[in-house]
Structures are given as structure tokens and as C-alpha cells.
């Protein structure tokens, strides 16, 4: 692989890990499962010239500041969810090399997890390859559509190569390598393809081996070593892949598979999940992997990557750099202590009305198929934990992980007796514990494990839980309402991680919640923020609901977000007279345990936070929602929806009538002098509202909610319209239940289809491992 290059001269090369983000696996690999995502390093690369003491990163990664990217880019966040702790400066400047000290920014292509920010590195040389400004010119925000950072071609030194340089000499199957130092000892491969002026860097790291930077040749080994094909898709504009030319790209990924197969090349891409940890990052260097055996080593990393974001708390964990305590605690002491509704030894569902729990079930089908969770629902349930839990606790804490996502399993997926002691030894054989091989059956009469068990189980119930699974962030600070200060917060549920991932980052850098950058994106998207086709929303309420009041006050961001193909339609309907037909207690809270109630006054509040926040963030175009309870509970509502139905321009007055005024809506007197304010000609409104057409309206409304299974509000349904008519988007599901499902209502609207699992005919996840 000489070429006429000088031999003796090497540089040294350092993998940097400048960030994760998920990538859909249909994307990346032919065959690949329609419905997951995988989570890929962001891998750029430190070289340094020893001859002449240059030094240059070879890409930059992703930049911390998320905001700064164009929309087009953040619109894909909710999709690709880039994590990135440190950025590539912080990185060097932990390993002891100043940023100033990087003379050459040398970028394989444009894409955003590839640019960084180049304004870190003050002092450097940006150099891109051969017709990178003309695809990419002008950026972002010059052109506001554009997906490439203008910024980056603006940078004062910027330096585009050109074929025209004499420095340029064929190198094996590449006819264009550009010899960066003149000595051969680091080689810009013309690597065409992916995008325009994309190129591979080929370093000499030793007399007798070599490492490949491969860029986005393409995003997964098996590609270029033969082993899997590149993924491809159909949209209504024909084939789509990650490449901008498919067929060019093809061609490069060969010549890349005719160079790896030297014993004395190292190829190392961009977005390479097999790399760690048989390769060290910053900052230690790759010199010398040959004599280490990296290569053959590489190929056994391959199980672990998917394994180690199975668990999302581990993912999350993971992402915010938080240490992750396994905490089993018994659920039915905690239903006992808490006067759950359905006793210590009973299942929550058991107290749902017929119509919750269709529902119910049907959202956690379309919630597993989301999260791509594997499960079987056991034959006995509930079986009672409390070996399994002891066990948990008998074990050596550093095994508690393993072993509880083996148990997880077995109840969960395999529909074992996790009562039966001997079953329960198995499966901590089979979880690969080391203890194992130790233990008997005494292990399940272990005091000290017992009363840690109760222990920890009265610690999180005074600590104000109602169920499980419970996240306690201890270093977030809070004030209650009556404005005693806290320090240690409890959030209840799988469906409110979003919220303990943006507590542990704020926590983390010392900002408020709002500072936490791309909240959006903190919530499983499975497709983009942009509408396909015409889509027609249906939002069903009662202004006598908090919940549906939340709901509304995120209306205007959908209808901005998306613009004028989708229609929301308004349909005001009586809460209470759907209750007393599908069997539901009139007053909802007033019939949960104290301990629950408690947990949905805090998660209202966590919520409206998190609206004002992502409102915050997106340039504050809503009015902040500044929610108060009304004076009256529970409100009479007839009247001030039959105004609705009459003019539907006065649904924002009665929402904030009841949830920021504090009017008493449930008086016909003070509603209309309310409205009489806000310039309503009230006898006459009053006059149309009391119609036998207008309370017939009303009570078709109605009938017709509990006819397509809702029970309770606000309800959303989400219709396509097609040469077929409207169809309904989510026919599996049909309704969607609750505010804190408004994402599942953005993907419907963006495409995203339960079964097929694709977006206007393009391939999209509908989960995150």
C-alpha cells in the first residue's frame, strides 16, 4: 500500500467519541425490522502529524448546542434524538490538548453529525472536499429550508479542495487520494456518493498498518465487509436511502471492501457500533492495533451493542451520565398502605369500567409495538414476587441488574412460575450471575434480604409513591405548593421518563428545566414533524376537565406545526353523562387513593411546565398556560358547551373561563357576564345555545363518544383522507386517550401508521430499543 508514499512516516490517530444518536435500522441495513431503531456512536478522530507537530480533527461530531441547528435538522430530533455530554473541544481538553492547538478541521462531509461547531476550534483551518460548497450553498439561515449550517462555509479559513491540486495521486482502488502532509502518512480518499465532496482519511499508524476513517461510506460494518446489503426504501419520488447517489455509493463501498481486506487496514466508520470496547477512545491512540489484535476482536462487540440499550432507565441512565440504582420494592404493601382502590393483592385494572380497560389495552399494544417491547402476557397474573424480590436482594447489588431483567423476562416473556423456588434458581443460572452457581434455597429465607426488602418499600411509599415503576432524581430541587422547598422528587411511571431525563440533565448542569436543551425531543417520536397528505384531528372535551383544558392549550402548536392540511375539529361533549354510561365514578380523582391523587396534582404541574418550556423554546408564539383550580369543583358545564356548539370561536374563552378565570361557569348568571365582557351578545347566544337542535348536537355528541369507546376526555382521533374518504389512522387503537399521548396524535398526523410502521411510504421506526 506504498504507492510511492514515504514509509517511514506516521501519525497518531485517537477515536473521539463525540455523541450517540439513534438511527432507524430499515435505513442502514437491507431486511433490517421496519419497526426499531439502533443507537450509534458519532464517532470523529484526532490525528497528529509527529513529523512537522500539526495536528487536525477529522470530523467534529455533533454540536452540544441542539438549538443551533437548522429546523429541518431539530424537526428529525424527535427521531434521531442526538445525545452529545461533551463536545469534541471539551474532549481534547480533557485529554491535556488545547483546542488552540488543532491546526487543520478537516470534515469527510457537511451532514450535521459531522460539522460540530467549528467556532471551538478558533484558530484552525477548515477544509472540505471537492464540491461540498455547491451542494450546501447557501446554509441555513440564509436559506431557511436549507439542512446545512451556513456557518460552516462562512468560517473565515474554510478551504475547499480541488481536483486541480497537484497533491492529489491514485492509491490502490481510490483514483484520487490527497496527500494532506505530502508524505504519505495521511491520505484524503475521494469517497463519493454519500453526498457530494465526501471523503475517507487513510492514515499510516504504523510501519505495517494503517486505519481507515470511513466517514458515512456507509453506517454499519456488515456493509462493507460483505455481510448485509444497504438499506433502501420507496417514497412517492422512487428508490431513498441514506446516500445521495445509491449507485455511486455502491461503488465506493467496494473499493472500501477491496482495501479491508488487507490485514494491515483498519476500517473505522463514523457511525461504527463494533469499535468500543475493543478499541480505546482519547486519550489513548489506535497505534500499534495490529500487534494488539484489535481487528479480530472487534467482530465479539457485536451482541453487546444492542444489549446495552434493551432496559430504556439503562439508556437513560446511560445518556445522563446518572448512576442507576435497582431498587425492588413489594407493590402490593405499597396498594396497602396507599388504600389503592384494589387492594393489596389485586391489579390496577381490575377497578377499570369495561371501556378503560379496551382502551387501556389497546394503548399498551400500540405503546409496545412503539417501544418494540417483546411481551406475552402470563397465563397466571399477578403471581405473587416476593422470592423473586428476596432474591434480588440476597444477591450481591452489582448483580441485581442482570438478574432483574431476567426475571423481567420470565414473567414477562416466558411465563414462568416465578413462585417456584427451583424456577426462580434457574433463572438466576441462566441470567449469567456469578453467585449462581451458590445458591440454594436458603437464599429465599434470607433476613437480612427481607427486612432490606420492607425497607425500601416504606421508603418509597413515604416518599409518596402509588405503583411502580417509581424514579426518585435526589439532587432535583422543588417547591410545592404550598411553598415549603424540597430536595428529592418522585415520578410515577414509564410513561413520565421524559420528565426524569430532562430533572437529571438540569440537575446535571445546574439549570432550570427550561434550559434543558430540545425538550422535545425527550419524548419517543416515530416520525418527523412535518404532515403527509390532509389529516383531520378530532379533539373531544369537556370544558369541566383539567386534563382536557392541558390538551387544549397545545391545539395552536399543532395546527402551527403543521400546517393548513390538518383540520382540527372540535367535539364538546357531556363528561358526566359519558361516565354514568360506561360505568366510571363521576369525580374520577375523588375516587383514587390519596397517595394517587397527589402524584396527578404534581404530574399537572410537571406537565404545564413542560409545555411552557418547549413553548419557551420554539419562540414563545403561545400564551403560557397559567392554570388555577376554580373555586367551583366539580363544574356544571351544559350551557357553556352548547355555546361551543354554537360558535366554536368561543371554545379558548370558556377553557380559560375555568381553569385561569375562576368563573363559575356552572352559573348561567356569571357565565354571561363573563362573556358579556369579552363582547358576546349573550341574550342572543344564550337564546341559539338553548335550541332543541343545538342540545341535540350536544347529546349526539355524546352518544357518539361512547360509541367509538371513549372514556374520557380530552380524546383524539386522527383521520387520513383518501380516495376512500377519511379513514381513521389508528384503527387498532381508535381513540387516543389523554394530553400525554399528544405525540402518538403528532405521528399520526405525520404519517406514522400502527401496522405498516412507515411514514408516506417511507421506512420509519416505531420504536426505540
Known amino acids: 500500500m506504498q504507492n510511492g508514499t514515504h514509509k517511514e512516516q506516521i501519525v497518531q490517530v485517537s477515536l473521539v467519541p463525540t455523541g450517540q444518536l439513534f438511527l432507524p435500522d430499515k435505513w442502514i441495513l437491507a431486511g433490517a425490522d421496519l419497526a426499531t431503531k439502533t443507537l450509534y456512536p458519532d464517532y470523529s478522530f484526532y490525528i497528529h502529524h509527529q513529523a512537522s507537530g500539526r495536528s487536525l480533527m477529522f470530523d467534529l461530531g455533533i454540536r452540544k448546542d441542539l438549538e443551533a441547528y437548522p429546523r429541518c435538522i431539530r424537526e428529525e430530533f424527535v427521531l434521531t434524538e442526538p445525545r452529545v455530554p461533551k463536545s469534541a473541544a471539551e474532549l481534547l481538553e480533557e485529554a491535556g490538548i488545547p483546542a488552540t492547538s488543532i491546526n487543520y478541521v478537516v470534515y469527510s462531509h457537511l451532514h450535521f453529525d459531522h460539522v460540530g461547531n467549528p467556532g471551538e476550534f478558533p484558530l484552525s483551518q477548515v477544509v472540505v472536499g471537492p464540491g461540498s460548497k455547491a451542494a450546501s450553498y447557501p446554509g441555513y439561515p440564509t436559506n431557511p429550508d436549507s439542512p446545512f449550517l451556513g456557518s460552516i462555509l462562512e468560517h473565515p479559513s474554510v478551504r475547499e479542495l480541488s481536483y486541480e491540486e497537484d497533491q492529489w495521486i491514485p492509491f490502490g482502488p481510490f483514483p484520487k487520494a ?9 491520505l484524503l480518499l475521494d469517497a463519493p456518493g454519500h453526498m457530494p465532496g465526501h471523503l475517507m482519511g487513510l492514515a499510516r499508524t504504523g510501519l505495517d498498518e494503517y486505519v481507515v476513517m470511513g ?52 476500517v473505522c466508520l463514523a457511525h461504527d457500533g463494533y469499535l468500543e470496547p475493543a478499541l480505546k477512545v482519547l486519550p489513548a491512540t489506535l497505534n500499534g492495533w495490529r500487534k494488539a489484535g484489535v481487528k479480530a476482536n472487534i467482530t465479539k462487540n457485536v451482541p453487546q451493542v444492542a444489549v446495552e440499550v434493551k432496559a430504556f432507565v439503562t439508556a437513560l441512565a446511560h445518556r445522563t451520565e446518572a448512576e442507576l440504582i435497582w431498587t425492588p420494592v413489594l407493590l402490593g404493601a ?91 434458581l434457574d433463572i438466576a443460572k441462566r441470567s449469567g450471575i456469578r453467585s449462581a452457581s451458590s445458591l440454594t434455597e436458603a437464599a429465599f429465607d434470607d433476613k437480612n434480604a427481607q427486612e432490606a426488602l420492607r425497607a425500601s418499600t416504606a ?85 369541566s376537565s383539567p386534563w382536557a383544558f392541558l390538551g387544549w392549550t397545545q391545539l395552536d402548536r399543532l395546527k402551527r406545526q403543521f400546517g393548513p392540511d390538518v383540520e382540527i375539529v372540535m367535539k364538546p361533549i357531556l363528561v358526566g353523562a359519558l361516565f354514568r354510561e360506561v360505568g366510571a365514578p363521576n369525580l374520577p380523582m375523588a375516587a383514587m387513593s390519596q397517595a394517587k391523587r397527589d402524584i396527578m396534582h404534581k404530574d399537572m404541574g410537571d406537565w404545564i411546565r413542560h409545555w411552557n418550556s418547549i413553548n419557551q423554546q420554539r419562540g414563545s408564539h403561545d400564551k403560557p398556560v397559567e392554570m388555577h383550580w376554580p373555586t367551583q369543583f366539580p363544574i356544571r358545564t351544559p350551557t357553556a358547551l352548547r355555546c361551543a356548539i354554537v360558535d366554536p370561536n368561543l371554545t379558548p374563552l370558556l377553557f380559560r373561563a375555568c381553569w385561569e ?31 332543541p337542535q343545538v342540545k341535540e348536537q350536544l347529546r349526539t355528541n355524546t352518544q357518539d363518544a361512547i360509541d367509538a369507546g371513549i372514556c374520557g376526555v380530552p380524546s383524539y382521533r386522527v383521520f387520513d383522507k383518501t380516495d376512500q374518504g377519511w379513514v381513521n389512522c389508528a384503527p387498532e387503537s381508535g381513540v387516543i386517550w389523554g394530553q400525554d399521548e399528544l405525540v402518538v396524535v403528532e405521528d399520526l398526523v405525520a404519517g406514522w401508521k400502527e401496522r405498516e410502521s412507515s411514514v408516506g411510504g417511507y421506512d420509519r421506526p416505531a420504536s426505540r430499543l
Not at 454499519?220 to 445521495?244: C, D, Q, V, W
Not at 398502605?337 to 390496577?348: I, K, L, V
Not at 435526589?474 to 420528565?499: N, P
Open 178 to 186: 490527497f496527500d494532506f502532509f505530502g508524505d504519505g502518512s495521511f
Open 215 to 266: 466517514g458515512d461510506c456507509c453506517h454499519h460494518r456488515k456493509i462493507f465487509t460483505g455481510e448485509g446489503m444497504l438499506g433502501e426504501g420507496h417514497g412517492p419520488n422512487g428508490a431513498y436511502s441514506m446516500h445521495k447517489d445509491l449507485e455511486t455509493a455502491k461503488a465506493t463501498i467496494g473499493k472500501l471492501h477491496e482495501i479491508s481486506q488487507r490485514e494491515d487496514v483498519l
Open 334 to 424: 405499597i396498594y396497602r398502605e396507599t388504600a389503592a382502590p384494589q387492594g393489596a393483592g389485586g391489579s390496577a385494572s381490575d377497578v377499570f369500567n369495561p371501556t378503560k380497560k379496551r382502551l387501556l389495552s389497546r394503548a399498551m399494544q400500540r405503546s409496545l409495538r412503539r417501544n418494540h417491547v417483546e411481551l406475552n402476557w402470563p397465563s397466571a397474573h399477578p403471581q405473587t414476587p416476593v422470592l423473586a424480590l428476596r432474591l434480588l436482594y440476597h444477591v450481591p447489588v452489582e448483580e441485581r441488574p442482570a438478574l432483574t431483567h431476567a426475571l423481567f423476562r420470565a414473567y414477562w416473556v416466558e411465563d414462568l412460575n416465578i413462585t417456584d423456588k427451583s424456577v426462580l
Open 459 to 543: 421508603e418509597v411509599i413515604a416518599r409518596g409513591t402509588c405503583g411502580v415503576p417509581a424514579f426518585w432524581v435526589d439532587g432535583e430541587r422543588w417547591v410545592d405548593d404550598q411553598g415549603k422547598a424540597h430536595q428529592g422528587r418522585l415520578y410515577w411511571g414509564q410513561d413520565r421518563m421524559h420528565f426524569v431525563e430532562a430533572s437529571l440533565i438540569a440537575v446535571k448542569r445546574g439549570c432550570d428545566y427550561a434550559q434543558v436543551p430540545n425538550l422535545a425531543s425527550l419524548q419517543l417520536r416515530c416520525a418527523p414533524g412535518f404532515p403527509v397528505g390532509q389529516k383531520r384531528v378530532e379533539f373531544w372535551h369537556d370544558f
Open 661 to 691: 378565570r375562576n368563573v363559575n361557569v356552572s352559573d348561567d348568571k356569571a357565565l354571561a357576564e363573563y362573556l358579556a365582557t369579552a363582547g358576546c351578545n349573550t341574550d342572543t347566544l344564550f337564546k341559539k345555545a338553548s335550541t
